[in-house]
């Protein structure tokens, strides 16, 4: 069992920038990032291959956010700049164990508020 701990989260301006950070307790093929607003459903942000730094976003987030990794401290970070009111939500680090799987393990969320 992968446990996954978020970090970083908090109140922001619009157009201000903010840096997540995913601390993993064990090994995973990948980290994502994942985000939920109120009375919206959960909604992928990026993710990346933890072999060969591949990467993948979501096009709301395009050209404002990058995810990166340090695989000696086992850490995800997500650095999100150009931030928007509809940035806000609730962030969720999770991983998964194969190309094959789905995303098995969760953090408990940090919460990014963008105010306008």
């Known amino acids: 069992q992968v446990q996954l701990v978020e970090s970083g989260g908090g109140l922001v301006q619009a157009g201000g920038s903010l840096r997540l950070s995913c601390a993993a307790s064990g090994r995973t093929f990948s980290l994502g990032w994942f985000r939920q607003a109120p009375g919206k459903e959960r909604e992928f942000v990026s993710a990346i291959n933890l072999n060969d730094a591949s990467t993948t976003y979501a096009d709301s987030v395009k050209g404002r956010f990058t995810i990166s990794r340090d695989n000696a401290k086992n850490t995800v970070y997500l650095q999100m700049n150009s931030l928007k009111p509809e940035d806000t939500a609730v962030y969720f680090c999770?991983?998964?164990?194969?190309?094959?799987?789905?995303?098995?393990?969760w953090g408990q969320g940090t919460q990014v508020t963008v105010s306008s």
């Open positions: 999770a991983g998964r164990s194969s190309i094959l799987s789905g995303y098995r393990y």
